[in-house]
């Protein structure tokens, strides 16, 4: 095949011809809108004061007082351990990062339209 044949112009520019035969007949174009569905309730999660931001305030204050002894900022004993407090953040950051992992993957396989022309 030669490099003009092995090019596709489309209106997003020229992509390589066997990527896109490839993807044409594999890629779920409708899994990159359930990733945008994702997003937004993974930012809505990270915004409300139950999740991720507000854990990581009330950590940032457990830390603060435990760590620099620093005073002012008030807290109760009653809630959970700053270690508890801990493993909720990080537990649930892996769980973005999985997530945002698994778009990766989604999105990669687009890459390989570039064309070498």
């Known amino acids: 095949m ?6 596709v112009l489309t209106a997003y520019g020229g992509l390589d011809r066997a990527s896109l035969t490839h993807i044409q007949g594999s890629y779920d174009t ?10 937004d309730r993974i930012v809505g999660r990270a915004r409300s004061q139950d999740c ?22 008030s807290g109760s004993t009653d ?9 909720e953040a990080t537990s649930e950051i892996r769980q973005t990062i999985t997530t945002l992992q698994e778009w990766v993957k989604l999105i990669e396989p687009l890459e390989t339209l570039k064309s070498t022309n």
Not at 2 to 7: E, K, P, R, V, Y
Not at 31 to 38: D, F, K
Request: net charge negative.
């Open 2 to 7: 030669s490099g003009l044949d092995a090019t």
């Open 52 to 73: 991720l931001r507000g854990v990581l305030l009330r950590l940032h204050g457990m830390e603060h007082v435990v760590v620099n002894g620093g005073t002012g900022l």
């Open 30 to 39: 409708s899994a990159l809108l359930r990733a945008i569905e994702q997003l």
């Open 79 to 87: 809630e959970e351990s700053l270690p508890e407090l801990a493993y």
